[in-house]
């Protein structure tokens, strides 16, 4: 799965301000309060910028979130399209949006496996470690004091979870030193951001997990300024229970903020024959949201960063644009028409508790 086209699709822009759509708030559906009303920290969701055009996404977000994180467009292969030239135009509008909502902004992300090497290519030794400490001042120093936090490296860990990743940046700079680097030279740009070590299906494979783990001790003890850990939660919601709880209890124990930056759950089931009915996928995916609703909560006051859902509606979702979608999946908390579902009434009846 092509994950950088997916990202990539456009959206439509259009005139109309987004401070006004955000005026136009409608109240959410009465037996579920707005999210951000019950959560003890903030709720999240990503964010394209052509959605700030669309008044339903806005009234839906001013309702329901108090954080955002843009989806694609602070990535480099949006902001660094061709070598020499960089392009602010959609983050600076979501940023600018946020400072007038009074929303927090998590920047991601920062240094991507996936992306940079056309960039960068031709580059070697200095010339390239240059360039990579360059980006980063630049960018992370373009949103210095606007946003709270930056996904610094985003996906390090192998995807069968053995070891970390090959890429243009491990092998210019080193399978660590690349993060530790891109960690230092973060700090420079922006010493108040909380910076954090970013990956995904480490809920859903246990190695992946234990790898990120390793990854974390063994930069921290070499002096990366990590401030925080992300798990992405792309949930498969066929996996044991307790195994989300374990990883959020894992995670927890380096006594490190930890942020649920890109929850979604999907009801498809991949390369094989699916004979559930639909009751029981939604029952599967609500148990594995709510556990790790309960396991994010179980964390002290101090360590819950924050909670982000990878899009509002079911319609938003990355999900829906991967091409095999029968337009009937449903991995987010709202649906295609922003109203809630029992999997939100059951994520606000957890948080609720706190």
Known sequence: MNRRALLAAPLALGALSACDRFATAQPAPPSVPPLKSVAPFPIGSAVMSGQLDDPAWVALARQQVNQLTPEWEMKMEYILQSPGRMTFDAPDRIADVCAAEGVRLHG???IWYSQGEQAFA???????????????AEVAGRYRGKLVSWDVVNEPIAEDGNGLRDSHWSRALGDDGYMIRAFEQARLADPDAV????DYNLENNPAKGATFLR?????LKAGAPIGGLGTQSHLDIEIPAGQITTLIRELGAFGLPVHVSELDASLRRERRGDFR???????QQQARVVELAEAFMSLPARQRFAFTAWGLRDSDSWLRRDGRDDGKDQP??????????PLT???AGVFGRG
């Open 345 to 347: 009434a059951a994520v």
């Open 122 to 136: 031709g580059l070697d030794g200095r010339a390239f470690a240059a360039a990579f400490d360059r980006y980063i």
């Open 195 to 198: 910076l954090f070590l970013n």
């Open 108 to 110: 991601h992300a920062l």
């Open 332 to 341: 987010l908390l709202f649906d295609d028409a922003g109203q809630a579902k």
């Open 215 to 219: 990854t974390v001790e063994r930069l």
């Open 277 to 283: 009915s639909r009751v029981q996928r939604l029952e």
